[in-house]
């Protein structure tokens, strides 16, 4: 039998994370993924397809709406061609997942393909597709088992017309009219992929608005740039039944009158979040205890109740985002090689990769508020920069939010163009303490989206912005 340091259950961002830092640190680690291809949800069903489609959607609709204005004429229809568009997808999921396979070979890790459970507190075994077991031995285990799509109780998911975002990132035909069930992150991203593509999108959302965990700034901002594009919104609706008729697929739903309403469409879209994934894990066998949400149990160390075993990612409480389990992967490999690492939760961002894109690090203002903080607030809007009339980016805007006394940055929300990419500052910032003066007084590269971070922060400390 073959015996480890450590043994990662689950080759998502977590647990490939986890299982790299663990060689880096000279411990003797396999990672079992019982899928064929490595990398989770994030690399074959999540953050990378999604992507593909987002920038492959966004080219299609420059080419059918946004070229004219720059003087660019094609002869010709532009035309859609979404077999290809997901092969492109599929090649580039695949070189991804191979990227990994070779990252577990050059960093010497024992790859094991198969179902991994627990025998006992250090036996896993794996059970392969081909119906072979093998037993290895572990001194410590990773559970990295991530998260798969949850529905509604009384929804059938068909997968064929009632569809998770699984299947939304392979359809073969463009819907005529997507109902999304749930304004969320996945809901909006996939809804304005299909809204590009040329489908009728309508969204049904529980909340009284869309992107609910965010800044309510930036839910005001991201629905009134798709309403624009013309994907509709029903706000405030609770979806009571689902149905696929053969025909059409109806959804039933009341409103905040409590009246009765109806949406017909041809594919439903359920995007109403997604549960920790443990089954056939035998957490029992090890005597491992989950939580009331079926999340693997842990303490801060990230250790379950059973001292060699530690839980990360999806499968844990916390945001269900790909750079918050890699964090936690490395937490725990460190804290196996008995180091003290430490992970600042607060300083996660979020991100929502619709265009213009939404991102966010630290205390939303509805946070600071209900906390009784202190605070300023300086906004700037993305219109004002040079860099956006250049691209024709114009909409959104950067929030940053002050501490009142000490004017420490403690949050800093935006919508717009590259947002994505932009937070990272915002990010650098909060993890140095960085008050909003100190941002102010950096320069930043013109003309550049960035600048918008400069001028939220002056306006931030006096009402200083110099472009608006
Ligand atoms: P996962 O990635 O879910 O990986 C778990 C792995 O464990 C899977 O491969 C599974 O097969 C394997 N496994 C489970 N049980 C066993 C077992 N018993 N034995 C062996 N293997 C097992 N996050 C972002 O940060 N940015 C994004 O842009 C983003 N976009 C997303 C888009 C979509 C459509 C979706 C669905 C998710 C998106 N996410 C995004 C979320 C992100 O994918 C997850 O937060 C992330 O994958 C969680 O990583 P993980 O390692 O915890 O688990």
């Not at 859609?80 to 090649?91: F, G, P, V």
């Not at 073969?172 to 997507?178: A, D, T, Y």
Request: hydrophobic share 40%; glycine share 8%.
């Amino acid at each position: 039998m073959s015996t480890y340091d450590v043994a990662v259950i689950g080759s998502g961002p977590g647990g490939y994370v986890a299982a790299i830092r663990c060689a880096q640190l000279g411990l003797k680690t396999a990672i079992i993924e019982k899928y064929s291809t490595m990398g989770g949800t994030c690399l074959n069903v999540g953050c990378i397809p999604s992507k593909a489609l987002l920038d492959s959607s966004h080219h299609y609709e420059d080419a059918l709406k946004h070229f004219e204005d720059h003087g660019i004429e094609i002869p010709g229809e532009v035309k859609l061609n979404l077999e290809k568009m997901m092969s492109r997808k599929a090649t580039v999921v695949e070189q991804t997942t191979k990227g990994i396979a070779f990252l577990m070979d050059k960093n010497k890790v024992d790859t094991y393909e198969g179902i991994g459970s627990f025998k006992d507190k250090t036996h896993i075994n794996i059970a392969s597709a081909e119906g072979e077991d093998v037993t290895i031995e572990a001194k410590h285990t990773i559970i990295a088992t991530g998260s798969k799509p949850s529905s509604l109780p009384f929804i059938d998911l068909d997968k064929e017309r009632i569809i998770t975002s699984t299947e939304a990132l392979k359809l073969k035909e463009v819907p005529k009219h997507m109902l999304v069930i749930g304004g969320g992150v996945i809901g909006l991203e996939l809804g304005q992929v299909y809204k590009r593509l040329g489908a009728e999108v309508t969204v049904i959302e529980y909340m009284d608005r869309i992107i609910p965990t965010m800044d309510a700034a930036q839910s005001k901002e991201l629905a009134k740039v798709m309403k624009k594009q013309k994907v509709k919104f029903a706000l405030s609706h609770k979806v009571t039944a689902v149905e696929n008729t053969g025909d059409e697929v109806v959804i039933k739903a009341t409103d905040k009158k409590g009246k009765e309403v109806e949406f017909k469409g041809d594919y439903c879209l359920v995007s109403v979040g997604r549960r920790p994934f443990t089954d056939g894990l035998e957490a029992d066998n090890a005597g491992i205890k989950l939580n009331d949400r079926k999340q693997v149990e842990v303490n801060e160390h990230l250790q379950t109740n059973v001292e060699n075993i530690y839980a990360i990612g999806d499968v844990i409480k916390g945001a269900m985002l790909a750079h918050k389990a890699e964090e936690e992967g490395i937490f725990v490999a460190e804290t196996i090689a008995g180091q003290k690492p430490h992970i600042d939760y607060n300083l996660i961002p979020g991100v929502v990769y619709t265009w213009p894109e939404v991102a966010s690090v630290g205390k939303t203002e509805e946070q600071l508020k209900e906390d009784k903080v202190e605070y300023a607030s300086g906004q700037f809007p993305m219109r004002a920069l040079g860099r956006s009339r250049a691209s024709g980016d114009i909409e959104g805007f950067v929030k940053i939010l002050t501490s009142k006394e000490t004017d420490e940055v403690l949050g800093v929300h935006m919508v717009g163009a590259r947002a994505a990419d932009l937070i990272a500052e915002a990010v650098v910032a909060m993890e140095f303490r960085a008050s909003a003066e100190d941002i102010a007084r950096m320069s930043h590269a013109h003309p550049t989206y960035a600048e918008a971070v400069k001028e939220a922060a002056l306006a931030a400390t006096g009402n200083r912005a110099l472009h608006v």
